[in-house]
């Protein structure tokens, strides 16, 4: 039986569970007053979208930096970037949001809840990028250092030409995945009022009173927004262990 055969028993099965489960309730079920503020829900998978978006870009330009730092030679370097990689690791992204919103935002008088809520995300998971980069770079083995530092290389020539361009495939997989993360972190900031898709089922469940029928579309448009950065990043991680395989019998066929 082939695994897509079983991935689709295993969701019929488990859509037939909850039907099952959701008709012992004597709920009327009323999808109609939800269909109203659809637009609700258009402009919150917009806003989630870009949000989610632009943090996962700043951020990533945030944990390749921070990552560099992390390997550097420079003791200021990598001490700042392991405390930032500490702090923002050590606490709950919902703390975060919140110091930045309301104490930061005060204090440089700046009140786009949007803006804090991407800069937040972006420091947040850059610090999880940074490690994934840290890890990345150590996981090249030490012979591509002296072999290209032989040739009269420097550490930082060696590190942004040699090693980086081969840690980099390394990296792709994990960081794809942390977009799938980011997505449904970006949830969080309905607590701030920024109108992703939380918000705008929150405005619909307060306004009509239906929370079943509020709140499944919203768990049903994050599994179809995540799912394909699921499943690239599985087919990426396939390829890599596959490539890496290849990469050891050809080795080993080489010393035999």
């Not at 989630?48 to 370097?77: D, H, P, Y």
């Not at 999880?128 to 530092?149: C, F, H, K, L, P």
């Not at 009509?208 to 599985?234: D, G, V």
Request: glycine share 6%; net charge positive.
């Amino acid at each position: 039986m082939s695994r897509f055969t079983v991935r689709v028993i295993l969701i019929g099965s488990f859509t037939v569970i909850l039907a099952l489960l959701l008709s012992t309730l004597r709920y009327h079920w009323d999808f109609r007053a939800v269909w109203a503020y659809r637009e609700l829900y258009y402009q919150g998978l917009i806003n989630t979208i870009l949000v989610s978006f632009g943090a996962i870009v700043l951020g990533l330009a945030i944990g390749l930096s921070a990552g560099l730092a992390r390997v550097s030679r420079n003791v200021w370097l990598s001490e700042a970037a392991s405390l930032y990689v500490g702090t923002f690791r050590g606490t709950p992204l919902l703390t975060q949001i919140y110091i930045f919103y309301f104490c930061v935002a005060v204090v440089v008088h700046y009140d786009n809840p949007f803006i804090i809520g991407m800069i937040t995300l972006a420091i947040f998971s850059g610090a999880y990028i940074t490690e994934m980069v840290r890890a990345g770079i150590e996981s090249i083995d030490n012979g591509q250092w002296e072999a290209a530092m032989s040739t009269g290389m420097t550490h930082h020539q060696t590190l942004l030409h040699v090693i980086f361009p081969q840690a980099f495939r390394r990296i792709v997989p994990p960081v794809t995945g942390q977009f799938v993360s980011l997505i449904k972190d970006s949830s969080l900031l309905s607590v701030i009022s920024v109108r992703e898709l939380t918000k705008a089922s929150e405005i619909v469940n307060a306004t009509t009173y239906k929370t079943f029928e509020a709140y499944l579309p919203l768990a049903l448009i994050y599994l179809l927004l995540t799912f394909p950065f699921s499943a690239l990043t599985y087919r990426l991680e396939k390829r890599m262990n596959y490539e890496k395989r290849n990469a050891s019998s050809s080795r080993g066929t080489f010393f035999s």
